[in-house]
Nanobody, 124 residues
């Protein structure tokens, strides 16, 4: 059974940094993993996805500020969020799907596996 365990998040002032981590278990092979977010009243959107072949896709709104890193051995995904803005305030979810990113690229993303989410709040 696939399980995604998220950690990190919290509250920070604009310009600050936070780190989110996600550890996946239960996958028998390779997987696409990513971080997604959903603000109240808005659709869930992809923040960054990490594909099986190493392709990384960042949302335009976070390029140059967020950095993703992946640990193959631990099957984990870490998102370093820098220069945070109030508009980054959202519930952040770790998502995964087997093999390649397909559902991750849909709008809204429709991953088969989701973590429970962690809140990120950025105050101005």
């Amino acid at each position: 059974q696939v399980h995604l365990e998220e950690s990190g998040g919290g509250s920070v002032q604009a310009g600050g940094s936070l780190t989110l981590s996600c550890v996946a278990s239960g996958f028998s092979g390779t997987a696409c993993m990513g971080w997604f977010r959903q603000a109240p009243g808005k659709e869930r959107e992809a923040v960054v996805t990490f594909d099986t072949d190493g392709t990384t896709r960042y949302a335009d709104s976070v390029k140059g500020r967020f950095i993703i890193s992946e640990d193959n051995v631990k099957n984990s995904l870490t998102l370093q969020m820098n220069r945070l803005k109030p508009e980054d305030t959202s519930m952040y979810y770790c998502g995964a799907e087997a093999v390649y990113c397909l559902a991750a690229l849909r709008s809204p993303p429709d991953m088969p596996y989701w973590g429970e989410g962690t809140q990120v709040t950025v105050s101005s």
